[in-house]
Each structure stands twice: as structure tokens, then as C-alpha cells.
């Protein structure tokens, strides 16, 4: 296989970064929306899992 | 609810504890030889396999893969069957898996001594290990999943999303980057080429920092930290969004080890970017870890295991500031190629995964062989010597890459670059020798650790499988309050592992497919041809000699480059390089325009004896190439490779290629004699010649206007 360049200009490449860009604040921000209204007990619960192994 | 008794298996996290403490020691002491073999070049004893440019890849692999990915192996084994409450799924499994790593080690370390290697940086071993990397890779991989399917806790706790993060991004990273043609039994060339095959591998680069010796690490912090210290982790919502940002982020970052190269200009700016956005969540991650201490300080100065943790996370906060700060451009114009990044490397290495293993084994071993540990002194001494070894290992590395960067970029008042490129390099020997004297220091405490763990096993009884027990998982969980979408995918490793398979995924997929693509992103040049026969193979012996590691090829756009090597470098002179070959760090200078600079025969003497051409050079003879015979068999696979990988050569040429050989290596043999040199016939040398005097010259045929117009535009995007 070779590596043929399909296309032959790249139009508006600053697309890339702001695409990027804005995925990443979606992503993050549903992140920290589920991060800061899940459940107080939940999040209680699993931060002891270390802890609660029986040994030592 | 009724409980079930179960064994944990320490048996297999065992193993993997004596291979992390061998594997630490040898790869450490060849990073030493490694390191001394800069100012004292002889050490090499004249022998291939001990020269620089082999032992380097082995210390990196050896670090990496041996110490840090045995590291990894102990610290998941033990944990993840603790935090799934349950054994880890087959013991078969685990044991094809320990042993298949240890062989890819030894046979890696034995093959990279050799020189088989494929020349790509920290991805080094040849196409059989990688196939055998990812065949065991694999069968941790169901190993992993295995354990987490069985569970017997609903919750996946966030140290298993980080192994599994690791898991599957190192198996995309591994996969892509190692896509090669194989040649014979241990040769291979990259499937991609010059900007494509430097993009490709800087983002595998940068992400094996990221994916193996980060995220798992994390994994590790999220587990041991809470148990060392008794208490659960500062913020158990903060680590939720560190681990989404963090490895959404990471996987973006790789082209800021090619600022102000030939790289599409677009594609340096995403790294930017995203290289300065990681600070959020590495420190996230780092701050997590510290205010977990909070009221407990008073135990740091007590227990030494948490002493090392602290520290480990300390520097994993320096190197994760740092980071960032070296990618910015004008930061980065200073700091690349130099030992700037080799200091940056060892805080991470030596701090955050050197420390950390080390804090972990000081509070495993004594917990599996039910015994206190043999001398809290001893490990107190072996904490403040690998702190003081850290510190004379990167200060002076600090210190000598910013003077050596000022140097090369000082002009005269007449505008003369004021330094040779020699004199920088002696300038800095006296922090090259310091920063091995702090090597040394941390290969004692290492070695002190190394004491203080076996009188501890051996006044200790091992439980190879530990009892436990468990209720087993109810089949229809209770939920807490409102039930999100995110515990659809946090209760459930498999859509854990597609979500993150398609966070770093994209990232990768925006970066490179227009790279490959589009074609204005690499402007062909005319006049740049495929190497001739005797070309190659002097390129496969620079490759097989890792002449790459101490050596750029890339002249980047500044003043002081240019008037020192020539042009800067153009994507399209790179079109046919499989690898490429623009290395990351100047020890000496850079190459990309040597072609034509000096006569053959400077070169042939150059190569037996560095310092007589160049007074003072740290450079390591390379005698054998004077003896080795060139294997012409070889000839006509080398063409028929690089024909299918999609260079130029005429159809049936494989058959006459070496013909053409045979013409050069007489024509370069007639110039040696010319300064009175006689070399047998087919050697080696001459070969190597060959491809050094061809390096640049293409360009210097090109008509001037062409090459600058061509690509001006696309290198600096506008």
C-alpha cells in the first residue's frame, strides 16, 4: 500500500484545532457536570474500595 | 447476604516484584555506562555492542519496558484482584504473561545489543518482538478483563479505568506505530515515511510517557496512596475528571517534539495546545494525591514508604509543570536537542516512577511475607540518597542544556556564530561527569533497597495465595439516588474500554489522517531522489549504530542553525526516508546538510578516530565498520522493500541495484585513495560514507526559488 493523497489542499485546517477543541470542552464539561451531581453516598462508597480488601 | 471464600494470588505479583528489582538494576546500570560513555568515551571498550548508540536503547528499554512495565504488571496484580475482590481470572494466563514479558526482555536486550533495531525511538525492537509485544500484550488484556468481569464489587474503582485506559491505548499506540515491512529475520523498515513517520512516532513517543508510564502509574497512586497512608483518596470526584481530561488530552500532545520542524505548522499548533491544557488535569491528578495527607503529615516523616510517595508525586507535579513549559515554542527553541530533556525525562523516571515503585515494594513485600519491614533506617537511607542522586542527576543536565542552547545561538559582533559546535560540547562535560556521580548515588540506594527487601523476605513467611472473602455480586444492583449515564459506562469495564478507545482514538485520527492525505501539507521536491543502493545500506549501519541518538537531521528555521548547518530542512526532503532519522537531541551536531561538507577520506578518519579530525570529540571509534563486510545478498530485498513501501525505483531494478553499488563504492574508494587510504574491497565504512556525503545534497540541486516558495507556505501554514 502506498499512501496517495486523496485530496489535494487542505481547506481551512484551523477547523482541526477548533473542532478539537470543542470536543474536548463538551466532553469535559457533561464530565464535570456528572462528576459534581453524582451521588455524595455513591461517591463515599467507592472511595473506600482500598480500604475494604481485608488485608491489613 | 451469604459471603464466599476465596485465594488471592500473590504468587504471580511475587514474580513480577524480583523481576521489577532485577530489571531496575540492570537498566539502571546501563543508563550509568551509558551516561559515562559521554565523557569518557573509551569505556565502550571498542566493542559494538557497548558503544553509546546501543547502550542508550537498551537503558531506555530496560527503564521503560523491563523496570517500570514489570512495575506496572505487580502493582495491577495485586490491586485489581483486591479492589474486583475475586482471583485474577486464570493463573495460566498470568503466568504465560509473566514469562512472555521477561523473554521479550532478555531477547530485546540481547537483539538491541546486536544492533537490530528499527530505529524509532523507545519503539526500538524489531517486527518478531513486536509481534510478541502484543501477543502478550493480549493475554494481560483478557487476563484484565477476565478479573473485572468476575467481580465481586459492583463499582469499578478509578485505579482499574486507568488500567484499563493503559491497556487499550498502548495496544492502538503499539499497533500503529509498529505498521513495517519486514525485510529478513530481524530488519524492518517503517511502513510510513519521513513527516508521516515522525508524526506517527511522536505521537506513540509521547503517549508511551503518557499511557505507560503515566495512567498506570496513576492507577497505582489511586490505589497504594489510600492504603499507605489509611485513609481514602482526598476527592474521589476530582479523580473522575482527572482520568476523562487527562487521557482525552494526552493522546494530543505528541507533535510538541516537533516544534519548528518540518511538520505541518497547523498540526504544531494542536500540540501546543493541548501540551499547555495538561497541566489542569496533571496537577488535578498531583493535588488529589498530596491533600490525601492532609492531617496525616506527621506520618510522612515516619513511614518511608509514604516519604517516597510523596516525593514521587512531587516530581510527577515538577515534571507535569515542566512539561508544558517546554512545549511552548519559544521555550522549545531553547530547550530541543539539548540535555534540557534529558533532566526533564529523569525527574519523571527517577521521581514519579522510580519513587513510586520503590514506595510500593517497601509496603508490598513486608504485607506478602507477613513480616515487618527488615530496617525502616536502611530504607530511610536508601530515600535521601535517591533524592540527593535525583537532584545531582537533573540539576546539572538543567544547567548544561540552557548553557548549551545560549552557546549555540551566540553570534560575534560580526555576525560569526561565536562557538564551534565542539566547544559547546566540552563546556558542558564537568555537569555531564556530575550528573553521573548522581546516577551512581540512586543506583546505590536502589541497591540498598535491593539488601534491605531480602533479609525482610527471608525473615518472612510468603503466602503465595491469600484467603479471602466476599459476598458475591447481587444480580440486580441498588443504585444511590439519581442514576446518571455515566454509571452505564463506569460499572461496565467493556463500554470503559470503548469509551476510551474512542477519546484517544479521535485525537490521533485528527492529527494524522490530513498528514497523509493532503498533499500541500508535504510539498514534493523535484530533485529529491531515492537513495542509491550503496546509500541504503550505509543507512541501514546509521540506523543499526544509532547514530540517531546523538545525531539531527533537521535544521530548523533559525539564524544560528542555518549559519551553522545550512537551509533549514523541508518536509519533501524526507519523502523516501524509511524511518526517518531527525532524532531528538544534538550531543553532536546536527547532519541533515554533512552531504558534500567534507572530503571522503575526512569522513573515513573521522569514523576510526574521531579526535583526530576533531580534537576533543566524545564521539566512540567505530573500528568494526572498517572490518565488517557489506552484505550485498541483501541488495535486492532492500529495493524490492522500499519499492512497495512506494519509492520510485525503476520495475526489475532489485536485480541490478547492486551493479550501481558496485560503481559507487569504486568511485568513493578511488577518492580515499586519492588522500592515500586503501580500504578492501565491500567494507562497511565505505557504505556509510556514502549515505553521510548524500545527506542534503539533493536540495542544494534544487533551483533556489523553487523550494523556498513551495514550501514556505505550508511549513509556516499561511
Not at chain 2, 562557538?419 to 550528573?435: A, G, K
Not at chain 2, 586519492?674 to 542534503?696: F, H, M
Request: net charge positive; proline share 5%.
Amino acid at each position: 500500500m502506498k499512501f496517495i493523497h486523496y485530496i489535494e489542499r487542505v481547506g481551512g485546517v484551523s477547523v482541526y484545532g477548533i473542532f478539537s477543541l470543542a470536543l474536548f470542552g463538551l466532553i469535559f464539561g457533561v464530565m464535570l457536570v456528572w462528576a459534581l451531581r453524582a451521588d455524595r453516598n455513591m461517591i463515599k462508597e467507592i472511595s473506600q474500595i482500598p480500604l475494604d480488601d481485608q488485608t491489613n | 447476604m451469604p459471603t464466599e471464600q476465596f485465594y488471592y494470588d500473590n504468587k504471580t505479583v511475587k514474580r513480577f516484584a524480583y523481576a521489577v528489582l532485577f530489571w531496575s538494576i540492570v537498566g539502571m546500570l546501563a543508563g550509568l555506562w551509558a551516561s559515562i560513555s559521554l565523557f569518557y568515551p573509551s569505556i565502550n571498550l571498542g566493542l559494538p555492542a557497548t558503544s553509546f548508540g546501543r547502550m542508550r536503547p537498551v537503558h531506555t528499554n530496560a527503564v521503560i519496558f523491563a523496570f517500570v512495565g514489570n512495575g506496572i504488571f505487580m502493582g495491577v496484580y495485586y490491586s485489581l484482584q483486591r479492589l474486583c475482590k475475586t482471583r485474577m481470572y486464570s493463573n495460566l494466563l498470568s503466568s504465560l504473561h509473566f514469562w512472555g514479558w521477561q523473554l521479550i526482555i532478555v531477547v530485546g536486550a540481547v537483539t538491541l545489543w546486536m544492533g537490530k533495531t528499527s530505529g524509532k525511538e523507545y519503539a526500538e525492537l524489531e517486527w518478531p518482538l513486536d509481534i510478541a509485544i502484543a501477543v502478550v500484550w493480549i493475554i494481560f488484556g483478557i487476563n484484565l478483563f477476565g478479573t473485572i468481569l468476575k467481580r465481586r464489587e459492583k463499582h469499578i474503582y478509578v485505579a482499574i479505568w486507568f488500567y484499563i485506559a493503559t491497556w487499550v491505548t498502548v495496544a492502538m499506540l503499539h499497533i500503529v506505530n509498529s505498521v513495517e515491512l519486514p525485510v529478513s529475520m530481524w530488519k524492518s523498515y517503517s511502513w510510513y515515511a519521513g513527516v508521516q513517520d515522525a508524526l506517527v512516532q511522536w505521537w506513540y513517543g509521547h503517549n508511551a510517557v503518557a499511557f505507560f508510564l503515566t495512567t498506570p502509574y496513576l492507577g497505582l497512586m489511586y490505589y497504594f496512596l489510600p492504603k499507605a497512608a489509611n485513609r481514602p483518596i482526598y476527592s474521589y470526584r476530582l479523580s473522575i475528571i482527572h482520568f476523562w481530561a487527562l487521557i482525552f488530552i494526552y493522546i494530543w500532545a505528541g507533535p510538541h517534539h516537533l516544534l519548528y520542524t518540518a511538520l505541518p505548522d497547523w498540526a504544531q499548533s494542536l500540540g501546543v495546545v493541548f501540551s499547555i491544557m495538561l497541566i489542569a488535569p496533571s496537577w488535578g491528578g498531583m493535588l488529589n494525591g498530596l491533600f490525601t495527607l492532609r492531617g496525616a503529615w506527621d506520618r510522612v516523616r515516619e513511614d518511608p514508604v509514604l516519604k517516597f510517595l510523596v516525593v514521587a508525586i512531587t516530581c510527577y507535579g515538577m515534571a507535569t509543570f515542566e512539561g508544558p513549559m517546554l512545549s511552548l515554542k519559544n521555550v522549545n527553541a531553547i530547550s530541543h536537542f539539548t540535555d534540557w530533556t534529558i533532566a526533564h525525562v529523569h525527574i519523571g523516571a527517577l521521581g514519579w516512577n522510580g519513587f513510586l515503585t520503590f514506595g510500593i515494594l517497601y509496603w508490598l513485600i513486608p504485607r506478602m511475607w507477613n513480616t515487618p519491614l527488615y530496617s525502616k533506617k536502611l530504607a530511610g537511607t536508601h530515600f535521601w540518597i535517591g533524592t540527593i542522586g535525583i537532584v545531582l542527576y537533573a540539576v546539572p543536565l538543567y544547567w548544561a542544556g540552557f548553557t548549551q542552547s545560549m552557546m549555540w545561538k551566540n553570534f560575534t559582533e560580526e555576525g560569526q556564530l561565536r562557538f564551534q559546535f565542539l566547544e559547546t560540547v566540552t563546556h558542558i562535560l564537568p555537569m555531564y561527569i556530575t550528573r553521573s556521580i548522581g546516577g551512581t548515588l540512586y543506583i546505590i540506594g536502589a541497591l540498598i533497597m535491593v539488601y534491605n527487601l531480602r533479609k525482610t523476605i527471608k525473615q518472612g513467611q510468603f503466602s503465595a495465595n491469600e484467603l479471602a472473602e466476599a459476598p458475591a455480586l447481587p444480580a440486580v444492583a441498588e443504585t444511590h439516588g439519581r442514576t446518571y449515564w455515566h454509571r452505564w459506562i463506569e460499572r461496565r469495564p467493556l463500554q470503559m474500554l470503548v469509551f476510551s478507545l474512542v477519546a484517544v482514538a479521535i485525537g490521533g485520527m485528527i492529527e494524522m489522517i490530513p498528514t497523509f492525505l493532503v498533499k500541500s501539507n508535504i510539498p514534493t521536491i523535484s530533485s529529491v531522489k531515492p537513495y542509491t543502493p550503496l546509500e541504503l545500506h550505509g543507512r541501514d549501519i546509521y540506523v543499526r549504530e544509532g547514530c540517531y541518538l546523538c545525531h539531527s537531521q533537521m535544521v530548523r528555521p533559525f539564524r544560528d542553525e542555518v549559519a551553522r548547518y545550512g537551509e533549514y530542512s523541508k518536509a519533501g526532503e524526507f519523502v523516501y526516508d524509511h524511518p526517518f532519522q531527525w532524532g531528538s537531541k544534538r550531543t553532536g551536531p546536527d547532519l541533515a546538510r554533512v552531504g558534500g561538507k567534507y572530503p571522503d577520506s575526512w569522513h573515513y578518519n573521522h569514523l576510526l578516530d574521531p579526535t583526530s579530525m576533531s580534537p576533543g570529540s566524545i564521539m566512540p571509534n567505530y573500528g568494526w565498520l572498517f572490518d565488517h563486510e557489506l552484505d550485498t545478498l541483501r541488495t535486492p530485498s532492500m529495493i524490492r522493500a522500499m519499492q512497495r513501501l512506494g519509492v520510485p525505483y525503476p520495475a526489475g531494478y532489485a536485480s541490478e541495484a547492486n551493479n550501481d553499488l558496485s560503481a559507487q563504492e569504486a568511485s568513493i574508494r578511488a577518492s580515499l585513495k586519492g588522500d592515500k587510504i586503501s580500504t578492501g574491497g565491500n567494507k562497511e565504512i565505505v557504505a556509510l560514507i556514502a549515505y553521510l556525503q548524500r545527506l542534503g545534497k539533493d536540495i542544494k540541486a534544487a533551483p533556489k526559488e523553487q523550494t523556498a516558495m513551495k514550501d514556505g507556505g505550508a511549513l509556516m501554514g499561511n
